[in-house]
């Protein structure tokens, strides 16, 4: 029987990690093929391509970089031989980089993400099960349509709903609010449910001026205006609750809605849609009727990549309201 190809593009993380002596802490040093040559068996599996994207770590990932990385993917799954492809990442900024990727990339073929919590100096280096169960969730049929995923600890989950939970353990990719897509059990990938929202916005460009705020108790509107005044495109809220926000910030949002900056809301709790529910000032009502857009129950680094790209469609303000509203909110 002939075997499945499978891409790997490598990019860098805590997969490609080991603790330099010199530092005496975790750098980029592995290349794709000396992590793969760790993933025993792997060729049993799949044959596999490596590209060597980069070698940087999850918090020098950057929007453009992010872009760059989907052009190279888009055409690497265009290509017949190529069943599905993988992607390794920092865990940091995995989230984003598979989240953007989910928005843009418009295939049928499996794109799955994948890192590592331990690097390869640490006792139980997680790298190699992660990789081989991320090639085996990429060769799957039963992968298809499901937009990216991500594979860590055995666990599948939708780059659109998922984020990283904890700092330190191994099933740190959680989808909070829905759960896990399936598992992989004994080489084998078992979807238990579907995707709940999946949505493409099939933007060329990326506008890089979008700001993530996060709301505090008594947290006065300086930090929009500073936004604002610097040629920011868009903001987002995390605010508070339900999307409720300190009264003081109200003049400096009016302010940026004046400027026709757009403004999407999400929550700074870790589950839970936005909603206009309270009428106090500063409440999701007032902010609704100001003209402030709800970005439903995406964390804020993952509202502001969808804000990113809406924004480089080059649309008006309703088009983007409804790329964010239209899925979650009935009217
Ligand atoms: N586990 C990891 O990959 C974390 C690392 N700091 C990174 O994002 O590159």
């Given at each position: 029987?002939?075997?499945?190809?499978?891409?790997?593009?490598?990019?860098?993380g805590t997969i490609?990690m080991?603790?330099?002596?010199?530092?005496?802490?975790?750098?980029?040093?592995?290349?794709?093929?000396?992590?793969?040559?760790?993933?025993?068996?792997?060729?049993?599996?799949?044959?596999?391509?490596?590209?060597?994207?980069?070698?940087?770590?999850?918090?020098?990932?950057?929007?453009?970089?992010?872009?760059?990385?989907?052009?190279?993917?888009?055409?690497?799954?265009?290509?017949?031989?190529?069943?599905?492809?993988?992607?390794?990442?920092g865990?940091?900024?995995?989230?984003?980089?598979?989240?953007?990727?989910?928005?843009?990339?418009?295939?049928?073929?499996?794109?799955?993400?994948?890192g590592a919590m331990?690097n390869?100096?640490?006792?139980?280096?997680?790298?190699?099960?992660?990789?081989?169960?991320?090639?085996?969730?990429?060769?799957?049929?039963?992968?298809?349509?499901?937009?990216?995923?991500?594979?860590?600890?055995?666990?599948?989950?939708?780059?659109?709903?998922?984020?990283?939970?904890?700092?330190?353990?191994?099933?740190?990719?959680?989808?909070?609010?829905?759960?896990?897509?399936?598992?992989?059990?004994?080489?084998?990938?078992?979807?238990?449910?579907?995707?709940?929202?999946?949505?493409?916005?099939?933007?060329?460009?990326?506008?890089?001026?979008?700001?993530?705020?996060?709301?505090?108790?008594?947290?006065?509107?300086?930090?929009?205006?500073?936004?604002?005044?610097?040629?920011?495109?868009?903001?987002?809220?995390?605010?508070?609750?339900?999307?409720?926000?300190?009264?003081?910030?109200?003049?400096?949002?009016?302010?940026?809605?004046?400027?026709?900056?757009?403004?999407?809301?999400?929550?700074?709790?870790?589950?839970?849609?936005?909603?206009?529910?309270?009428?106090?000032?500063?409440?999701?009502?007032?902010?609704?009727?100001?003209?402030?857009?709800?970005?439903?129950?995406?964390?804020?680094?993952?509202?502001?990549?969808?804000?990113?790209?809406?924004?480089?469609?080059?649309?008006?303000?309703?088009?983007?309201?409804?790329?964010?509203?239209?899925?979650?909110?009935?009217?």
């Open positions: 029987m002939q075997k499945s190809k499978v891409a790997v593009v490598f990019t860098g490609s080991t603790v330099d002596k010199r530092i005496g802490a975790a750098i980029p040093s592995l290349s794709g093929e000396q992590i793969l040559s760790l993933v025993t068996n792997i060729d049993r599996l799949a044959d596999i391509e490596s590209v060597n994207f980069s070698s940087i770590p999850g918090p020098h990932m950057t929007p453009e970089r992010m872009m760059d990385l989907c052009e190279v993917v888009e055409r690497l799954l265009q290509r017949q031989d190529i069943e599905g492809v993988v992607v390794t990442h865990t940091d900024t995995l989230e984003e980089t598979a989240y953007l990727m989910d928005l843009k990339i418009n295939s049928e073929k499996p794109v799955v993400v994948v331990r390869s100096s640490e006792l139980g280096y997680d790298g190699p099960s992660n990789l081989a169960a991320a090639v085996c969730t990429a060769i799957s049929t039963e992968s298809q349509n499901k937009g990216v995923l991500v594979v860590m600890n055995n666990e599948v989950n939708a780059a659109s709903e998922v984020t990283k939970a904890s700092t330190l353990s191994l099933n740190t990719f959680q989808s909070l609010e829905f759960g896990p897509l399936g598992i992989v059990d004994n080489d084998e990938v078992i979807f238990h449910r579907e995707v709940v929202n999946r949505q493409t916005i099939p933007s060329e460009e990326l506008i890089k001026a979008v700001s993530l705020i996060k709301c505090t108790a008594g947290m006065d509107g300086s930090l929009i205006r500073f936004c604002v005044d610097r040629g920011d495109k868009g903001i987002v809220l995390e605010a508070l609750g339900r999307g409720n926000v300190p009264p003081e910030m109200l003049e400096d949002l009016e302010y940026a809605l004046k400027k026709d900056v757009v403004i999407v809301m999400v929550s700074r709790c870790p589950t839970g849609r936005v909603l206009g529910t309270y009428g106090y000032p500063g409440g999701g009502k007032e902010l609704k009727d100001m003209g402030v857009i709800l970005g439903g129950d995406l964390p804020g680094q993952k509202a502001r990549i969808k804000l990113m790209l809406a924004l480089g469609l080059r649309e008006s303000q309703q088009k983007i309201r409804d790329i964010f509203e239209s899925q979650q909110y009935k009217s």
